[in-house]
């Protein structure tokens, strides 16, 4: 264990540490190739439940998704076509679609 300086923040750190170790390209083809398959709206639980279900993902946390779907709207490839109720929060989320090809 390294030990803290005090007033030093970690946290930023290792945040910016895990960010740097996740291979972006592979996580988005990853959402893409489900979110095509399933062809229905997904929020980032439903696609990390399914990312999960394939092996892509160690659990079905949703922080493994929402940051790259999030990434992935900005790019014009997906995005939020609505809200609903999720069925393992009860908390209202965005809902997510592939984007249609103009």
């Known amino acids: 264990m390294i030990k803290r300086e005090y007033g030093e923040n970690t946290t930023l750190e ?3 540490e895990a960010n740097e170790s996740v291979d972006r390209n592979k996580r988005y083809q990853q959402i893409l190739e489900v979110m095509q398959e399933v062809n229905i709206p997904l929020t980032a639980k439903e696609v990390a439940i399914y990312m ?3 092996g892509y993902i160690p659990t079905t946390e949703r922080n493994f998704t ?3 779907l ?3 709207c900005k790019m014009g490839k997906v995005e939020p076509v609505g809200r609903k109720k999720c069925s393992q929060t009860g908390k ?3 809902v997510y679609a592939l984007r249609e090809v103009e």
């Open 52 to 54: 999960n279900y394939r």
């Open 92 to 94: 209202n989320v965005t």
């Open 70 to 72: 999030t990434e992935l």
């Open 14 to 16: 290792t945040r910016a």
């Open 66 to 68: 929402a940051p790259r």
